[in-house]
Antibody
Framework: EVQLVESGGGLVQPGGSLRLSCAAS????????MSWVRQAPGKGPEWVAR????????YYVDSVKGRFTISRDNAKNSLYLQMNSLRDEDTAVYYC?????WGQGTLVTVSS | DIQMTQSPSTLSASVGDRVTITCRAS??????LAWYQQKPGKAPKPLIY???NLKSGVPSRFSGSGSGTEFTFTISSLQPDDFATYYC??????FGQGTKLEIK
């Protein structure tokens, strides 16, 4: 069974940084693109970033370009999202996703 | 970047009705598309994967079709539990704007 478990969320001040992690199991992690999706309170879901199987290609939604970095460690079956220069509008539940399968999410709250 | 255009944004229907939602991609995405159902306070739940495959445990009144740039999602006979918001998503990419399915 495909399992994705996110961690690393929390409360951070504007301008701060946070690193999210996603532990994957139940499938051959290195054979799949992976992505991060988020959903802010009261809003629809939003795709944030994706990374190719070998990490050689990365793409981001415009609103996070230059601030967020997606990465992966195939030896550890893990996906990451380094979030810098966080803004109030980054407050959301962040989900790790493989195709249509999502983890349970981790809440990021950006507030002073 | 590929854009997804979902319509309608709101749909009013009655129990027993057949309803269809459309999603159009700005360029071909093959069958890399999923449909989700979301109810208030809950995470989106995947119903359809690879454009036309029903997720395990999802009732057969839900179906999806299409490939390339044109996709449809159909509920054959609306049930009270189906009133929710529905989203399409290109795998590893953007979501449609959502369709709120309301009781007429």
């Amino acid at each position: 069974e495909v399992q994705l478990v996110e961690s690393g969320g929390g409360l951070v001040q504007p301008g701060g940084s946070l690193r999210l992690s996603c532990a994957a199991s139940g499938f051959t992690f290195s054979r799949y693109w992976m992505s991060w999706v988020r959903q802010a309170p009261g809003k629809g879901p939003e795709w944030v970033a994706r990374i190719k199987e070998d990490g050689s290609e990365k793409y981001y939604v415009d609103s996070v370009k230059g601030r967020f970095t997606i990465s992966r460690d195939n030896a550890k079956n893990s996906l990451y999202l380094q979030m810098n220069s966080l803004r109030d509008e980054d407050t959301a539940v962040y989900y790790c996703a493989r195709e249509e399968v999502w983890g349970q999410g981790t809440l990021v709250t950006v507030s002073s | 970047d590929i854009q997804m255009t979902q319509s309608p944004s709101t749909l009013s229907a009655s129990v027993g009705d057949r309803v269809t939602i459309t999603c159009r991609a700005s360029q071909s995405i093959s069958n890399w598309l999923a449909w989700y159902q979301q109810k208030p306070g809950k995470a989106p739940k995947p119903l359809i994967y690879r454009a036309s495959n029903l997720k395990s445990g999802v009732p057969s009144r839900f179906s999806g079709s299409g490939s390339g740039t044109e996709f449809t999602f159909t509920i054959s006979s609306l049930q009270p539990d189906d009133f929710a918001t529905y989203y399409c998503q290109q795998y590893y990419g953007v979501f449609g704007q959502g369709t709120k399915l309301e009781i007429k």
